[in-house]
């Protein structure tokens, strides 16, 4: 069993959830949340931790944002918004058990003392800003290293804010080469 609680959007983001792995899960009725849920949380978040596993879409991320504005303690897991599509729905009950487990596995805290060691120069550099395919390669970069996909400036963010290292950021721009070439 998974020690931290997964905090998801919705009922049936639990179903999935718990199909894909042996985890206690909380949904947070997309944003009608109040005080007291967030309180809840960060009781639950001192005590075994919080794995956040929110839609892979603008709802999804402003849930995020706000619940680990509250919760510092807590990990982020991220699904690919390909691999949470059906239909035209995009949400977490749409992915697979297997891509459910990849991303719990893959969740990161948010490192409080954040190391800014990434730059723009970075991204430009790698072809992950402003060149061919960029998109697709921010969006590879982010399902490899689990942090979801995002602009250049949010992946920039990201990569500081995750604890990315220099070694996982350079094996994935690897993998991402043979896939798109230079």
């Known amino acids: ?3 931290e609680i997964i905090v998801v959007e919705g009922k049936d983001d639990i ?34 931790g919080i794995i956040i596993l929110t839609d892979p879409d603008y709802a999804g991320e402003q849930i995020r944002r706000d619940l680990s504005k509250h919760i510092k303690n807590c990990k982020h897991a991220f699904l690919p918004q390909r691999k949470a599509l059906k239909k035209g729905d995009i949400g977490v009950e749409n992915a697979t058990k297997d891509d459910i487990i990849k991303a719990i596995e ?12 990434f730059t723009n120069e970075d991204l430009v550099d790698n072809g992950l800003s402003g060149g061919l395919n960029s998109r697709e390669k921010r969006e590879s970069l982010g399902e490899i290293l689990g942090i979801g996909y995002s602009n250049s400036k949010q992946l920039l963010n990201r990569l500081n804010s995750f604890g990315v290292t220099r070694e996982e950021f350079q094996l994935a721009l690897e993998r991402i080469e043979k896939e798109y070439g230079k």
């Open 15 to 48: 179903t999935a959830v718990k199909a894909a792995v042996d985890a206690e899960v909380i949904a947070t009725g997309g944003f009608a949340y109040g005080h007291k849920f967030i309180k809840t949380l960060k009781r639950i978040g001192e005590k075994r």
């Open 1 to 3: 069993m998974i020690k």
């Open 106 to 117: 893959k969740a990161r805290p948010n490192i409080v003392d954040r190391n800014d060691i």
